[in-house]
């Protein structure tokens, strides 16, 4: 699957809907596993912090069928104008890399012809050793 299939289907699913001043869905990822399979989710904002990314809701409808291995991932943004791809935040970032360890080689896309690999968007992906 190339960069912009799944650009456009992240961007299938955003349909932003505002409730007060939160809005749900403005945010979409989609991911492509090592199997072949696409998941799909938006972001949820919610007043009291509990709310997630798109990256999580895609991740969650992965998980829920027994994946676990990214090869690539996107997610994207409509405000007002163009459709913009968003590199993932850190929360997401770390969330992908603890579902499983080989997804430190996520392909992230950052745009149709830019991509990186998880592990170089991370600070250090190791975990602390003990010092004695």
Known sequence: MINDELIDAAAAVLHP???DDRIFGDVAS??????GNVYVGVC????SGTGFCAEHAAIAA???AREYKIAKIVAVWRGDGPL???APCGRCREFIRQIDPSN???EVILGRRRTTPLRTLLPDP???SPLD
């Open 17 to 19: 809907y505002h409730v």
């Open 44 to 47: 949820i904002d919610t007043a």
């Open 84 to 86: 913009h791809v968003v």
């Open 104 to 106: 430190l080689d996520t």
């Open 30 to 35: 989609a991911l492509l596993t090592d199997a």
């Open 126 to 128: 190791d975990w602390s």
């Open 62 to 64: 992965m998980v829920t």
